[in-house]
Every structure is written in structure tokens, then in C-alpha cells.
């Protein structure tokens, strides 16, 4: 996995660890998903850069945890 998306994948783990504690799981997923899009915004006016797969790259830990979770209540 290219070092850039192991960077997207710790922040959104990190995100999707801490933001729950304080909204509910959609707000999380909402927040998440702003802060990845804002983030490749950021990359395409600096670096000319968007790139849609670093927005999965950061969602991706909170599905993983919500996929997790309906499993083990299931």
C-alpha cells in the first residue's frame, strides 16, 4: 500500500476513533468525509492533485469499525 494512503487510513482510524465519543455514527462518517474531501481539495489547488481514492483510504476505518460492530451484535 502506497505510504500516502497508510497516512489517509491512520487518520481516518484516528478520526473515527475519537468523534464518535462526542456526535452520533452519522455525524462521524460526515465529519470524516469533509475533513478527507477538504483535505483533496487542499491537494488539488496545491499540488494539482485531487485524488478520490485517498477520500476511501480515510473512510475506510470507520466502516471497517461499523461493519465490525453489526458482525458482533449479529
Not at 25 to 44: M, P, Q, S
Not at 47 to 60: E, R, S, V
Request: charged share 20%; net charge negative; aromatic share 14%.
Amino acid at each position: 500500500m502506497p505510504h500516502d494512503k497508510c497516512l489517509h487510513f491512520i487518520m481516518g482510524f484516528i478520526l473515527a476513533l475519537v468523534v464518535p465519543h462526542f456526535v452520533s455514527d452519522i455525524l462521524t462518517l460526515i465529519f470524516i468525509f469533509i475533513v478527507a474531501l477538504l483535505k483533496e481539495i487542499r491537494d488539488e489547488i496545491v499540488y494539482k492533485g485531487f485524488d478520490f481514492k485517498d477520500i476511501i483510504f480515510t473512510l475506510l476505518p470507520f466502516i471497517l469499525i461499523e461493519v465490525n460492530k453489526l458482525i458482533g451484535n449479529g
